[in-house]
């Protein structure tokens, strides 16, 4: 091959990538959610303050935030989950676990602690 086709498929990749790169960053932002694909090996969503930037423009970031309460839940299959909460009604437990809203029903939940500051870190 000669070196300018090998040039060439770089710069193709590279472009790809960043395209790719870019359309999870706007997923990210426009849904609050994290991507489940290339940001596993590459940590795209890194820009949390700029993300909340972009989704709350109106929002002054020097205003305290809202306290976020921590969750434990053990299931009954004895898998433990922590996150923060999201929502709690009489049917289920939303917790905000990676950057995604995961809803848990009451029947599959063995118990539910919350974590304070200490257990947190």
Same mark, same amino acid.
């Given at each position: 091959?000669? %070196? +300018?086709?090998? =040039?060439?498929?770089? #710069?193709?990749? =590279? &472009?790809?990538?960043?395209?790719?790169?870019?359309g999870?960053?706007?997923?990210?932002?426009?849904? #609050? $959610? %994290?991507p489940?694909?290339?940001?596993?090996?590459?940590?795209l969503?890194t820009?949390? =303050?700029? &993300? +909340?930037?972009?989704?709350?423009p109106?929002e002054d970031s020097?205003?305290p935030?809202?306290?976020v309460?921590r969750?434990?839940i053990?299931? +009954?299959?004895? $898998?433990?989950i922590? #996150?923060?909460?999201?929502?709690?009604? %009489?049917s289920? &437990?939303?917790?905000?676990?990676d #950057?995604?809203?995961v809803g848990?029903?009451?029947?599959e939940?063995?118990?539910?602690?919350?974590?304070?500051?200490?257990?947190? %870190?």
């Amino acid at each position: 091959m000669k %070196a +300018k086709t090998i =040039a060439h498929c770089f #710069g193709f990749l =590279a &472009i790809l990538l960043s395209v790719c790169l870019v359309g999870e960053f706007l997923f990210a932002v426009f849904t #609050g $959610r %994290a991507p489940q694909s290339i940001h596993k090996s590459f940590p795209l969503v890194t820009f949390p =303050a700029l &993300i +909340k930037m972009i989704q709350n423009p109106g929002e002054d970031s020097s205003t305290p935030a809202q306290a976020v309460t921590r969750l434990r839940i053990t299931l +009954k299959n004895g $898998r433990l989950i922590t #996150g923060e909460k999201v929502s709690e009604d %009489a049917s289920e &437990i939303t917790l905000r676990v990676d #950057g995604s809203a995961v809803g848990f029903v009451r029947t599959e939940i063995a118990r539910v602690e919350e974590l304070s500051e200490s257990e947190d %870190a």
